[in-house]
């Protein structure tokens, strides 16, 4: 069983912080996502890393895939309010069919 | 441009209850994927369906049953509810078998309360 674990589960800090969100996996993934969850909404869809090593940029977000690609990180610079939400990372099977979710980090960014 | 539609957004049973929920993919998707998603968890995979066939199934009893249309919308069904099956159900689309099944479109889900 392929299980993503991420780091840190809460992380409440104020507006114009940077922080770093953090996804570990012992198992290999073909790809892997980043999602966004606001309260009573399904998850977005923020960026898919597929390259061991990659780096991609998204505003004031930086994802980044592990060499190994067995893990992935989030980071985001000078974080505000609008960041709130839930942001999940999922990684792909080989067969590309299902996604294997982490258990969330629950950012807040006061103004 | 419709994105994914569930139905109910909201529903209350009891236990020992059936329940079935709804799913219609976004416009041009023919695969659908359903997750359950507990309070302050990840969604967990409980199965996929694409040509109207369950393709992929998660960890998840016999109890949890789905079905897809011809027009590849969906449902899900749920018999003899536990206490812990409320949680929030989330349906997914996607295309197959064009390479782009890596991009999912999440619907709202519906939140199923189990007293």
């Known amino acids: 069983t392929q299980l993503l674990e991420q780091s840190p589960q809460f992380l409440s800090i104020q507006e114009g912080e940077n922080l770093t969100v953090y996804c570990n996996s012992s198992?290999?993934?073909?790809?892997l996502q980043w999602y966004r969850q606001e309260p009573g909404e399904g998850p977005v869809l923020l960026v898919t890393v597929v390259t061991g090593g990659e780096v991609k940029k998204l505003k004031r977000l930086t994802f980044q895939f592990g060499d190994a690609r067995k893990d992935s990180s989030l980071h985001i610079t000078a974080a505000q309010p609008g960041d709130t939400g839930l942001y999940l990372c999922a990684g792909i099977d080989n067969a590309g069919n299902m996604l294997t979710f982490g258990g969330g980090t629950r950012l807040m960014v006061k103004p | 441009d419709a994105g994914v539609t569930q139905s109910p957004t909201h529903l209350i049973k009891t236990r020992g209850q059936q329940v079935t929920l709804r799913c219609s993919p976004k416009?041009?998707?023919?695969?659908v994927s359903w997750y359950q998603q507990a309070l302050g968890q990840g969604p967990q995979f409980i199965f996929q369906y694409y040509e109207e066939e369950e393709r992929q199934r998660g960890n998840f009893p016999d109890r949890f049953s789905g079905h897809q249309f011809p027009n590849y919308s969906s449902e899900l069904n749920v018999n003899a509810l536990l206490l812990g099956d409320s949680a929030l159900y989330l349906c997914a689309s996607s295309l197959l078998p064009t390479g782009d099944n890596e991009k999912l479109f999440f619907g709202s889900g519906t939140q199923l309360s189990v007293l």
């Open positions: 416009s041009g998707h023919d695969t």
């Open positions: 198992s290999v993934f073909s790809s």
